[in-house]
């Protein structure tokens, strides 16, 4: 099994940044591609951003520009860069890491509130 922990979330107001952390422990060796969710109060989860392990990186538009993905292989970490940050931000943010389709594993999430 996989074990994901996060960190780095908080409230922020409209224009700042944050970074958030999701450090992977356990049986990682077939793990291919990591990323982040959010779900924001009353909306479905939502995909933020993936990265894989042969560097394939990919946004929703909706970030594109303001977010970046990036991993630590050394550490077992990924991070997700958070700038310019607006209200429509504000959500949970769950990190994720994938072995296959239908075999994905979760973080305990992180809270992100950006206020104007």
């Known amino acids: 099994q996989v074990q994901l922990v996060e960190s780095g979330g908080g409230l922020v107001q409209a224009g700042g940044s944050l970074r958030l952390s999701c450090t992977a422990s356990g049986d990682i060796a077939g793990i291919l591609s990591r990323g982040w969710y959010r779900q924001a109060p009353g909306k479905q989860r939502e995909w933020v951003a993936t990265?894989?392990?042969?560097?394939?990186?990919g946004y929703q538009d909706s970030v594109k520009g303001r977010f970046t993905i990036s991993r630590e292989a050394a550490k077992n970490t990924m991070y997700l860069q958070m700038n310019s940050l607006d209200p429509a931000d504000t959500a949970d943010y769950y990190c994720?890491?994938?072995?296959?389709?239908?075999?994905?594993?979760w973080g305990q999430g992180t809270h992100v509130s950006v206020s104007s």
């Open positions: 994720y890491a994938r072995k296959r389709p239908g075999d994905q594993f």
């Open positions: 990265i894989t392990n042969t560097g394939t990186i």
